[in-house]
């Protein structure tokens, strides 16, 4: 556990201080300032407006951070050789994919965090910071967190950054639109094709559940329940990972 | 003298994974056939080869980063490297890319770390292997900014961090200037006096001459010969490594 946590540390680090990373992250807090500029053309509720449009632009630009890391962080690793540095320091391949996952996840939030306290002081002087802010900054979190364990996943099984990038990208997509896979599927009575779509619903992020807009009106969401989900999912996604990592010839 | 190392009739095969060539009946490339040597304990073992003879696939092989297709490796007595025998090895790849953003210092703690040395310790044993390579006064730089022999001095840094029982070095004075490699050599004999086993792989033959206590020529992936390098110095005052390499591998 030791040894994950450590690789997850440095990992962070080594994204924070990635060039890539602090580039939309700068441009992502400069884009967020220039949301203030709506609350003036805004016929009524710029406040809202403000928070809408800011939630909105974290992200999606922390999600082009996380697929372009999560992308290419173990491809990076295995074509430069430097896995090869941590792997022969007592380290399983098990450990690795778990450490980097980990700390992509650890540069997500911390993406979020920053991203989300400029977009909340904005919103402190306008009169609209409320726990329903906290708790979709977190749901953006967890989301993305999801997202990051798919982008290396596909970047083991398809070992090309454009590849996996395609593939992160269309299941971030397709993830949003799960309940209407459902809705499609269950038109196509007895067809291969309601196979197919009851495969893609199961094995899909249902990103449906940690999409914050539904529940600003809803006062019984079980939180347990959707924490829950993405750790199972994760888990799964990592373990599926560690399997096409343990055949994979470094 | 215990062995080490034991490698016995290993073959690896380097499948085509392009579908045209395949269909061309190419199947592969060689990495290593049938290969079998054992190191000793305490030993400087070399092997020399050239360009794609098989070296860093044999040292690749035994360090367990890829499984061969045929044949049985044991090291510490062991089928295969698994978890804290990591701890007693060390590693130098012939071609160390670190992430270019981090600092040197680290990016030392950072595999300190990973080979569990207590913290306090950390600190002071990078602080002493910096000071000998002379890097103490860029330990908070950053990667980015180091030349392409500060590198390698850096990978010799992190390959020793562990004083390892069991050394490996992939082309070690790759990139080195001179005053550099005989610093490498100098740290290289230092472990082989506290009885680290080293196994190495270089182009630069004058070096493997003057240290090496055996050498393994591979070529093709083949085991050419195996020489004892005292042995033959003490028969031979004359004797030129590389002359003898040329001629042999020539040959085959």
């Not at chain 2, 000071?131 to 180091?146: A, N, W």
């Given at each position: ?10 990992t ?7 060039k890539v ?28 407006v ?62 979020v ?47 090309s ?8 990208l ?28 009851d ?15 539904d529940?600003?009106?809803q006062?019984d ?19 599926a ?6 055949k994979?010839?470094? | ?22 269909i ?7 990495g ?25 696939s ?8 890829i ?54 310790e ?40 562990n ?21 490498v050599?100098?740290?290289?004999l230092e ?21 090496a ?40």
């Amino acid at each position: 556990m030791k040894k994950i946590l450590t690789i997850g540390k440095y990992t962070l680090k080594e994204n924070i201080s990635n060039k890539v990373f602090n580039g939309v992250l700068y441009f992502g807090v400069l884009s967020i300032f220039f949301t203030t500029l709506l609350d003036e053309v805004a016929l009524y509720e710029g406040g809202r407006v403000i928070r809408d449009s800011g939630l909105f632009l974290t992200e999606f630009l922390v999600m082009l951070i996380t697929v372009y890391i999560s992308s290419t962080y173990v491809i990076k690793a295995v074509a430069e050789k430097s896995i090869y540095l941590v792997l022969t320091k007592a380290v399983t391949k098990s450990k690795y994919i778990m450490g980097i996952n980990l700390g992509i996840i650890y540069s997500v939030f911390c993406n979020v965090f920053v991203m989300g306290c400029i977009l909340g002081i904005i919103l402190y002087t306008k009169g609209q910071f409320d726990w329903w802010y906290i708790r979709a900054l977190f749901f953006i979190g967890l989301k993305l967190s999801i997202v990051s364990s798919l982008g290396v996943f596909f970047s083991i099984i398809s070992d090309s950054f454009v590849t996996s990038t395609i593939f992160t990208l269309f299941t971030y997509i397709l993830g949003h639109g799960v309940m209407e896979i459902k809705a499609i599927s269950e038109k196509l009575t007895g067809s291969v094709f309601q196979w197919i779509l009851d495969l893609l619903y199961i094995i899909l992020p249902k990103f449906n559940l940690l999409n914050y807009r539904d529940y600003l009106k809803q006062g019984d969401t079980n939180y347990f329940l959707i924490i829950g989900y993405v750790v199972v999912y994760i888990t799964c996604v990592v373990v599926a990972t560690n399997i096409a990592f343990e055949k994979k010839r470094l | 003298m215990n062995n080490v190392i034991s490698v016995k009739n290993v073959s690896l095969m380097y499948k085509e994974r392009d579908i045209f060539k395949k269909i061309k009946g190419v199947n592969g490339n060689i990495g290593v056939k049938n290969i079998s040597f054992d190191v000793g304990e305490g030993e400087i073992f070399s092997i020399i080869g050239l360009n794609g003879a098989g070296k860093t696939s044999t040292l690749k092989c035994i360090l367990g980063l890829i499984k061969p297709d045929e044949g049985e490796i044991e090291v510490f007595g062991k089928k295969e490297l698994k978890g804290m025998d990591f701890e007693k090895v060390g590693y130098l790849p012939e071609i160390s890319y670190y992430p270019k953003s981090m600092k040197l210092m680290d990016l030392m703690r950072y595999y300190g770390e990973l080979y569990n040395i207590p913290k306090v310790e950390l600190d002071e044993k990078i602080d002493e292997i910096l000071k000998k390579i002379g890097l103490i006064s860029r330990k908070t730089d950053r990667l980015e900014k180091f030349s392409k022999g500060m590198l390698q001095k850096v990978g010799i840094a992190q390959a020793v961090l562990n004083n390892p029982k069991l050394l490996f070095l992939d082309e070690p004075m790759s990139g080195l200037d001179p005053l550099a490699r005989e610093l490498v050599i100098e740290i290289i004999l230092e472990l082989k006096s506290k009885g680290t086993t080293i196994f190495f792989n270089t182009h630069i033959l004058e070096d493997v001459a003057s240290i090496a206590d055996r050498v393994a020529i591979i070529n093709k992936g083949k085991l050419v010969e195996v020489l004892d390098m005292k042995k033959i110095m003490l028969e031979q005052d004359d004797f030129l490594l590389k002359n003898y390499f040329i001629k042999t591998v020539g040959e085959n």
